[in-house]
């Protein structure tokens, strides 16, 4: 393993995936991390243990991006200080484009920012009623009776805001169903019983809400939808046109010819890219911190953007 100039002093790189920054021509190397989350939306580490995580990773600048929530960056922007890693303030905004669910990760956000305190509270108490359902429909399916469900739910999701993750790991723990992902194949998935659907803002309303608050406005994991390149591009030029400033070109590992086609659309509509595990919990290596790999160099990265090349400086 070789060395390199890590954070200002020579060392062993942690990392290999590391990226450069060069802010002010001095050779540092930096690793991004712009998509994270912990148990306060569906992630199962404390804010502590992420960013614990996270540098031991070798990961240098991490965006905390929980859904529909800012619970979790009081005590992140306090690890971050303790460890040396440079957090950036986040929000993963859940939206509807077209009748299709579509997140847009909003960075280096102002979390006082009214509207946007706002905003998350709304989100909140529609989250709430939403869970509620879930756990009527899967009473309904003969699962258990409707407050046991919810309960197991809520031990879950600890502090958090319930959602669909924690009704499966519920359903695991109640011993229904022997994994998550069957629990998503047979009750939580798209067309089955707790598929309850959610009111979501509009995308452009989502972009205008992260804008408000001074943040930048990324669309999250563009090829995770399962839309055809026409709508695709449909979506990006959308997107742009509502205020819309970069999409994640890389979330976790994926396939090379997939990132450079995406980072061609991403040059065509003239916005900058962003990278970010969408790290959940350990043990799933292709979504585990830092594995994001470097950018191509023909895209514009999203750190250059002044409302977060400012908190690099």
Same mark, same amino acid.
């Given at each position: ?18 990226? #450069? ?41 991490? !965006? ?11 005590? !992140? ?30 960075? *280096?956000?102002?979390?006082? $920012? ?16 939403? $869970? ?20 197991? *739910?809520?031990?879950? $999701? @600890? ?15 109640? @011993? ?8 998503? /194949? ?5 067309? /089955?019983?707790?598929?309850?659907? &959610? ?60 990132? &450079? ?22 043990? &799933? ?14 895209? /514009?990265?999203? #750190? ?10």
């Amino acid at each position: 393993m070789g060395h390199t100039l890590l954070n200002g002093k020579m060392g062993t790189r942690l990392n290999p995936f590391a990226v #450069w920054f060069n802010p002010e021509g001095a050779n540092i190397t930096r690793l991004f991390d712009l998509h994270t989350h912990t148990l306060a939306s569906d992630g199962i580490l404390s804010a502590e243990a992420l960013l614990s995580r996270a540098s031991l990773k070798g990961v240098d600048v991490l !965006a905390l991006t929980d859904h529909d929530t800012l619970e979790a960056i009081p005590a !992140a922007r306090r690890a971050a200080a303790s460890l040396g890693v440079t957090l950036i303030a986040g929000i993963e905004v859940s939206s509807q484009w077209r009748g299709r669910g579509i997140h847009v990760v909003g960075l *280096a956000v102002d979390t006082e $920012a009214p509207s946007l305190r706002h905003a998350v509270a709304q989100m909140a108490e529609t989250r709430e009623l939403r $869970a509620i359902a879930i756990a009527r429909a899967l009473a309904k399916a003969g699962l258990s009776d409707e407050q046991g469900i919810l309960a197991k *739910a809520r031990e879950e $999701a @600890g502090a958090g805001s319930i959602g669909r993750p924690h009704f499966a790991r519920a359903l695991v723990a109640m @011993g229904k169903v022997t994994s998550m992902n069957m629990a998503f /194949k047979r009750y939580l998935g798209s067309g /089955k019983p707790g598929d309850v659907k &959610q009111h979501f803002p509009e995308l452009a309303e989502a972009v205008a809400l992260i804008v408000a608050a001074g943040g930048v406005a990324v669309l999250a994991h563009p090829l995770k939808y399962d839309l055809t390149r026409t709508k695709l591009c449909e979506l990006m030029a959308d997107f742009r046109a509502a205020g819309g400033e970069a999409v994640e070109l890389i979330s976790g590992y994926q396939d090379a010819k997939a990132t &450079q086609d995406l980072a061609r659309l991403i040059n065509q509509f003239e916005l900058f890219a962003s990278q970010g595990s969408d790290f959940h919990m350990p043990d &799933q290596p292709w979504q585990e911190l830092g594995c994001t790999g470097q950018l191509p160099d023909a895209v /514009k990265p999203v #750190w250059e953007l002044p409302a977060i090349a400012a908190l690099l400086s």
